[in-house]
């Protein structure tokens, strides 16, 4: 939970008061399809506030989920509580607030037509235009739509300004992804197995149309739910059926993924990974200037640095949000709490803050400029910059050393090496930050015992309460015994009893270890992977080799008496897929004059 | 959802009325509540009883869905099937919900037992 009394410069606060219910008697809800350009039929669910005038128009905030827009319970429940809308924003505080609610199942999910083969597709992006077209041509419409998410519905709401269309007024992407490749299955290379099956085993039960999915991951979401909701005119389930007969051509980014390792390999349908990323859409993203509002959290996934690279390469105006909570903020993920029993701003303080957002933007005069609101672990405090990284940033290098200690001085022995036998029981459990992409919490808890499987590099306690925001940089200089394999990095926090909690970590294949000197597709503050076929090369073994990467961003406040560590490992097993897939290596740290392994530290000085 | 799970008993009993006929071994389910849309498909009647009242077995009945009453009524081939049904709509609706809470909290002992459900 982000601390209630961390108050100065809490963008919830900043982002206004909830003001008074210009509808409070409840909404109206009804379905349809509209048929779009290639003849598919999208199925939207509308919600209209309770009391609106005949003559009234109204703007309209759009959510477009291939998690089913809406559920029909199971009887008895059906017939005393409304459908679940799980994947959109409350009904009930988004029509209260003047808007119409219009959430749509995309091209070929829940109980819209057509297929899909990749996500995130030019397809998708057009449909969303087509729905914009339907919405404005309503008699209720004022001719202003704004699009809104978490996830799979904050990436459509990212791409959706890519239409250029003029009634798009702003979007609100919430924990949603830039590069998917680093991001979500490919992290430093290593292919993201747990994720990419269980997410593909998923959306191919929901496409079908198979509540039974949900038996093992949400139990509760398995007693109530029938399936998705048919539109409220097919009565006899029959266009229901049509829909999910052609759900049966779908494919999976799983079975796409599971056999490739480069950003530039082939997706079935001639696309590459690039292609269904938003950084290849920024072009037109910029042009449209549709004002944005990212929010994520430090510790979801590969999304946190999503963030930052949406703040940093996107001149639409902006206001960036990080906090300390899972992923959509359902759960609190701080791990220097681990106490805490939730989120602070509630769901609705959050939709509160979107709807004034929203207002700014249609009524008002926008926003200006860009900023952004981070939360900084251990300090419990909000922090804001215009910029990226923010003032007084500089990098600090700290040098592995003997006795697994890493201090501020460089080496000056010609000697100095420590092994590794990689162990591929290591685990970061099932609830780490990749994990937590299917709404789990996350909990990375008995460090201390975890550690003893990786090698660990431990400082001195600090001198002085010291701010790392950013990314740290790992540079290591390491031989191996085999040809692959992957490095796991994790940095942590020891406290004045030796407890030790995880702040965040990196993964990197060494596979992709040549730095470009090109310009990369987007900017960054560390090194630059092409991850293409072209620019890998396998480990040769037994010579040593520059390994030089990102971990995840984060912003913590390492305390006067606390240490910092860096463990590493060679393995992550119930997230990542094993390289090599035979074979144990032992990698060798080298930390001498020649061969100095570091850690780059982004310090923030106070003025 | 969780605000809402302490109501959900009451609510269920506030919006059906069930009735037994010993004599002609029916049980009717009456919706009291307008809903919209149909009340119920019948292989939902037995999801239903197998899923939230432990039902474990392939009971033979007859189920005849009136959506312009809102009735669902189950008729049985003899007096030990009908009396099987009628115990498991004596707490049904309780049922339902200690499960769904249950579920909610963490607690899925009573999901485990529940058989492979044709949805």
């Known amino acids: ?607 | 959802m969780e605000e809402i799970l302490p109501r959900l008993k009451g609510m269920l009993k506030d919006a059906t009325v069930i009735s037994s006929d010993a004599t002609k071994f029916e049980i009717t389910i009456t919706i009291v509540k307008n809903i919209n849309g149909n009340v119920a498909e019948p292989d939902e009647i037995i999801v239903m009883l197998k899923m939230y009242g432990g039902l474990r077995e392939d009971i033979p009945m007859e189920i005849n869905i009136d959506n312009d009453t809102q009735s669902i009524l189950l008729k049985f081939q003899n007096e030990e099937d009908f009396k099987k049904v009628a115990k498991i709509m004596e707490t049904l609706w309780d049922n339902a919900v200690d499960m769904l809470t249950s579920a909610i909290e963490g607690d899925i002992s009573r999901i485990k037992d529940i058989p492979d459900i044709d949805d």
């Not at chain 1, 197995?193 to 959306?203: C, D, H, N, P, R």
């Not at chain 1, 405090?381 to 990098?395: A, D, N, R």
């Open chain 1, 1 to 607: 939970m982000t601390d209630p009394k961390a108050i100065e410069n809490n963008p919830f606060k900043e982002l206004g008061e909830i003001p008074e219910k210009k509808y409070p008697n409840g909404y109206t809800v009804d379905s349809t399809y509209i048929t779009i350009r290639d003849g598919v039929k999208i199925a939207i669910t509308l919600c209209f506030p309770k009391g609106l005038a005949s003559d009234t128009k109204i703007p309209t905030v759009l959510t477009q989920t291939r998690y089913w827009r809406a559920m029909e319970l199971r009887i008895p429940f059906r017939w005393i509580l409304d459908s679940m809308v799980p994947n959109a924003p409350n009904p009930e505080v988004v029509t209260s607030r003047g808007y119409a609610l219009i959430y749509t199942d995309v091209r070929g999910t829940g109980a819209s037509d057509g297929t899909r083969i990749v996500p995130f597709s030019e397809e998708e992006i057009k449909d969303g235009s087509d729905v914009v077209d339907w919405i404005i041509s309503q008699p209720w419409s004022d001719g202003n739509v704004v699009s809104k998410g978490i996830s799979y519905t904050g990436i459509t709401a990212q791409l959706f300004p890519k239409n250029n269309h003029h009634a798009i007024k702003a979007v609100i992407p919430g924990h949603a992804c830039w590069d998917p490749y680093t991001e979500i299955a490919f992290p430093g290379g290593c292919f993201e197995y747990a994720f990419m099956q269980l997410w593909s085993f998923l959306g191919k039960n929901l496409d079908l149309n198979n509540p039974k999915v949900f038996r093992q991951i949400r139990p509760e979401a398995w007693l109530l739910v029938k399936g998705v909701e048919r539109v409220s005119s097919d009565k006899d389930l029959k266009l229901l059926q049509i829909a999910i007969n052609q759900h049966k051509s779908n494919q999976y980014v799983y079975d796409h993924t599971l056999s490739r390792d480069f950003r530039d390999d082939n997706l079935p349908d001639g696309t590459i990974f690039d292609d269904i990323s938003i950084f290849a859409r920024k072009e037109k993203i910029e042009k449209s200037n549709v004002p944005i509002l990212a929010w994520c959290s430090w510790l979801d996934s590969g999304f946190g640095d999503a963030i930052i690279k949406r703040f940093m390469n996107l001149s639409n105006p902006q206001i960036a949000i990080l906090g300390d909570w899972s992923h959509g903020a359902g759960y609190p993920a701080n791990q220097f709490f681990p106490e805490r029993t939730f989120v602070t701003p509630t769901p609705k303080d959050k939709v509160n803050a979107w709807i004034n957002f929203f207002d700014k933007c249609v009524y008002g005069d926008g926003i200006q400029g860009k900023i952004i609101y981070y939360y900084t672990l251990a300090e419990e405090k909000w922090k804001k910059s215009e910029v990226w990284p923010p003032k007084g940033h500089s990098y600090q290098k700290w040098y592995f050393s003997e006795n697994y200690s890493i201090i501020r001085e460089e080496p000056k022995e010609n000697i100095g090496s420590d092994d590794y036998k990689v162990n591929f029981r290591a685990t970061t459990g099932r609830n780490n930050r990749w994990w937590a992409l299917l709404g789990l919490p996350i909990t990375y808890y008995n460090r201390n015992k975890i550690d003893e499987k990786l090698l660990c590099y431990t400082s001195q306690p600090f001198e002085s309460d010291t701010e790392i925001t950013g990314q740290i940089i790992a540079c290591l200089y390491i031989s191996s015994t085999h040809e692959d394999g992957t490095i796991f990095a994790y940095f942590e926090d020891v406290d004045e009893n030796g407890k030790v909690t995880y702040i965040t970590d990196g993964e990197f294949r060494p596979l992709h270890r040549k730095i470009l000197t090109d310009e990369p597709p987007y900017k960054i503050l560390i090194p630059y992977h092409s991850y293409k076929k072209d620019d890998s090369a396998p480990i040769i073994p037994g010579e040593i080799m520059e390994v030089k990467f990102g971990l995840h961003a984060t912003s913590v406040l390492i305390k006067k008496g606390h240490r910092i560590k860096i463990a590493i490992a060679g393995a992550d097993k119930d997230t990542f897929i094993r390289y090599p897939n035979e074979g144990r290596p032992t990698i060798t740290i080298s930390r001498n004059k020649e061969f100095p392994s570091y850690i780059e530290l982004p310090i923030i000085k106070k003025e």
